[in-house]
Every structure is written in structure tokens, then in C-alpha cells.
T-cell receptor, first 117, second 111 residues
Framework: AQTVTQSQPEMSVQEAETVTLSCTYD???????LFWYKQPPSRQMILVIR??????QNATENRFSVNFQKAAKSFSLKISDSQLGDTAMYFC??????????????FGEGTQLTVNP | KAGVTQTPRYLIKTRGQQVTLSCSPI?????VSWYQQTPGQGLQFLFE???????NKGNFPGRFSGRQFSNSRSEMNVSTLELGDSALYLC??????????FGEGSRLTVL
């Protein structure tokens, strides 16, 4: 079974600064995707960034980037130039790319990020 | 393009009742999956439907069931509600495994 662990329940950062959220996962499979989702107070889950396991290059999306260390099974999210609107719960998630797995996400516990003005 | 639509957004039920939640996926998406979110257990996978067939099932009791219609809309049903069923129920639709889109959720309160 796959597991995802986020060891930081809460984090805070000053506006315009950089923050890194940590995530580790465990799997014996080699073909999978990793995601960071953001859940603001409105409760809708929003995809922030995706990383395909077969890609060595780290994914980036504007101010968001990841540090994907496949051997270490680590997948951290860096948010640069933090904005007040980044305040949300962030979830790390994992999905296997296997016919029988379908679209089943395994989520971490979440990290509540607060951006202070 | 319309997003994933979940109805109702909020509902209150009493113990022993049953509830049905609805999810309309993004047009063209054939896979719909359901998740339960609670403060204690976090986000847990309930089940996934693809082309009207249950493709995957999480570790929930038989009181939780679902189905998918030919237009890909999905419903989930919880019978004999318990206090612990109070949660945010999220639906996600996907065109392919690498990209899931979530609805705003249905918040169920069981009294």
C-alpha cells in the first residue's frame, strides 16, 4: 500500500518570502504521479502542481516549484514570493499509474500554510 | 467549460436516515471518484466509477454505495447514517489518470 506523509501540520511565512512544504511517500512501484493540491477556506481542492515520476526534471508552475527526489521518496513544494491568497491547506498526493488503480489518490495529512502581511 | 458540480452543497440529517449526493463531472470525463474528508481521518478514498462500472473501492462499510449513469453523472448514497459520517464529501472527475478536477464538495452534518 502507498502512504504519503506530511510532517508539518502548520507553517507560516511573511508575504513576499519563500516557504517550503515537505512531503515523503512510500511505494514499491516505479510508475506514478505526485501532486500538490491547495484547499482554501472555500474548501475546493485546487491542483497546484504535478510531477510525473519518470521525469527527472522538477516541475514548476509560476511561483510554485517542486524538489522531487525519487530515490529518497521526497517531494517538497517551494512557494516563492508568497501572497496572502496562498493561505490554505496544502495536500501532497500520490497516484499509481496502473490499470487496476484507476484514479485513486492517496493524500497526506495536510499542511496549513498561513501567509502573514 | 463547466467544472465539477456537486449537489447539495450543505445538508443536515439525523442518525439512521439515508442521504444521496450527486456529482456531475466535467463534460467528456468518464471517471468519477469520491472522497470523504474529516478532521480526524483526513482525506480518504471512497470509490471510483468509470463508464458506469465501479473500478476501485476504498475501505468503507457497505452503508456507503455509489453508482454512475450513462451520462457519467454519479451519485453516492449513505444509508443508516451515523454521527461519524459527518464530513465533507468531495467528488473528482478525470479524463486521464494524471489530472483530477474536484468539485466544491457536499458538507454533510449528522445530528
Amino acid at each position: 500500500a502507498q502512504t504519503v506523509t506530511q510532517s508539518q501540520p502548520e507553517m507560516s511565512v511573511q508575504e513576499a518570502e519563500t516557504v517550503t512544504l515537505s512531503c515523503t511517500y512510500d511505494t514499491s512501484e516505479s510508475n506514478y504521479y505526485l501532486f500538490w493540491y491547495k484547499q482554501p477556506p472555500s474548501r475546493q481542492m485546487i491542483l497546484v502542481i504535478r510531477q510525473e515520476a519518470y521525469k527527472q526534471q522538477n516541475a514548476t508552475e509560476n511561483r510554485f516549484s517542486v524538489n522531487f527526489q525519487k530515490a529518497a521518496k521526497s517531494f517538497s513544494l517551494k512557494i516563492s514570493d508568497s501572497q496572502l491568497g496562498d493561505t490554505a491547506m496544502y495536500f501532497c498526493a500520490f497516484i499509481l499509474l496502473r490499470e487496476t488503480s484507476g484514479s485513486r489518490l492517496t493524500f497526506g495529512e495536510g499542511t496549513q500554510l498561513t501567509v502573514n502581511p | 467549460k463547466a467544472g465539477v458540480t456537486q449537489t447539495p452543497r450543505y445538508l443536515i440529517k439525523t442518525r439512521g436516515q439515508q442521504v444521496t449526493l450527486s456529482c456531475s463531472p466535467i463534460s467528456g470525463h468518464r471517471s468519477v471518484s469520491w472522497y470523504q474528508q474529516t478532521p480526524g481521518q483526513g482525506l480518504q478514498f471512497l470509490f471510483e466509477y468509470f463508464s458506469e462500472t465501479q473500478r476501485n473501492k476504498g475501505n468503507f462499510p457497505g452503508r456507503f454505495s455509489g453508482r454512475q449513469f450513462s451520462n457519467s453523472r454519479s451519485e453516492m448514497n449513505v444509508s443508516t447514517l451515523e454521527l461519524g459520517d459527518s464530513a465533507l464529501y468531495l467528488c473528482a472527475s478525470t479524463l486521464y489518470t494524471g489530472e483530477l478536477f474536484f468539485g466544491e464538495g457536499s458538507r454533510l452534518t449528522v445530528l
